[in-house]
C-alpha cells in the first residue's frame, strides 16, 4: 500500500531533549516535506527537499533540522525541544519536484515539550 | 504570511445544501490545491488547478480558479455529513527558485444530517 509513515504518532518530552521524528514513503517520491500545524495558523512549512542531499528552508525552520540520505527517508530533529513546538506535525510526499503536484500526508505526531 | 487565506473561516449547512469555500492568496502561483482534513488526522488532495485553468470538476466538487483577482473557490454540491472537515487551499508561489507550498487556515465545514 502507497503511503507515508511518521513514528512516534504522540510524543511528551521535557525542554531540551534532542529528539527525532521519522518520516518514510514506499512511492518513490522525490519531494518530501515538513509541516506544522497549530490552532488558527493552518499548516506551515518547516523544511522540504527536491531530493537526496538536497534540502531547503520552508517558512518555520528554526528550531529545526533535516536530512535527506535516502530518498525514501526524511526525518525531522528537534536538536534543543522548547516549548513553543509543541504542534502536531505532519510528513508529506510527492512525485515531482520540477512543479508540486499532490501531496501525500502522514498520519501526523502530535509532539508536546513541557 | 499566510499565502492562501480561506473564507469564511467555518461554515454550516444542512445535508443537501451547496457549500462555497474561497481561498485568496498574494503572489503568483503555478498550481493551488485544495485538500480536506478529518479531525487531526493526514490532509488527502482533493484536487488541483493550473494557473492556465479556469475551472476544473471532480465528482460533487467544483474548483474555480481567477489568477487576476488571485482567488479560487470550491463548491461541494449536494453535501452529505461526511463532507464535515477542515479544507485547506494550497499554492505553490512562483519566487525565486523555491518550491515552498504554503496553505491557508482552512475552513472549518459541518454539514447537520
Known amino acids: 500500500e502507497a503511503q507515508v509513515t511518521q513514528n512516534p504518532r504522540y510524543l511528551i518530552t521535557v525542554t531540551g531533549k534532542k529528539l527525532t521524528v521519522t518520516c518514510s514513503q514506499n512511492m518513490n517520491h522525490e519531494y518530501m516535506s515538513w509541516y506544522r500545524q497549530d490552532p488558527g495558523l493552518g499548516l506551515r512549512q518547516i523544511y522540504y527537499s527536491m531530493n537526496v542531499e538536497v534540502t531547503d528552508k520552508g517558512d518555520v525552520p528554526e528550531g529545526y533540522k533535516v536530512s535527506r540520505k535516502e530518498k525514501r527517508n526524511f526525518p525531522l530533529i528537534l536538536e534543543s525541544p522548547s516549548p513553543n513546538q509543541t504542534s502536531l506535525y505532519f510528513c508529506?510526499?510527492?512525485?515531482?519536484?520540477?512543479?508540486?503536484?499532490?501531496?501525500?500526508f502522514g498520519p501526523g505526531t502530535r509532539l508536546t515539550v513541557l | 504570511s499566510q499565502q492562501g487565506e480561506e473564507d469564511p473561516q467555518a461554515l454550516s449547512i444542512q445535508e443537501g445544501e451547496n457549500a462555497t469555500m474561497n481561498c485568496s492568496y498574494k503572489?503568483?502561483?503555478?498550481?493551488l490545491q485544495w485538500y480536506r482534513q478529518n479531525s487531526g488526522r493526514g490532509l488527502v488532495h482533493l484536487i488541483l488547478?493550473?494557473?492556465?485553468?479556469r475551472e476544473k470538476h471532480s465528482g460533487r466538487l467544483r474548483v474555480t480558479l481567477d489568477t487576476s483577482k488571485k482567488s479560487s473557490s470550491l463548491l461541494i454540491t449536494a453535501s452529505r455529513a461526511a463532507d464535515t472537515a477542515s479544507y485547506f487551499c494550497a499554492t505553490d508561489p512562483r519566487m525565486d527558485s523555491s518550491y515552498k507550498l504554503i496553505f491557508g487556515s482552512g475552513t472549518r465545514l459541518l454539514v447537520r444530517p
Open positions: 488547478i493550473r494557473s492556465n485553468e
Open positions: 508529506a510526499s510527492s512525485y515531482s519536484a520540477g512543479q508540486l503536484n499532490e501531496q501525500f
Open positions: 503572489t503568483s502561483i503555478n498550481n
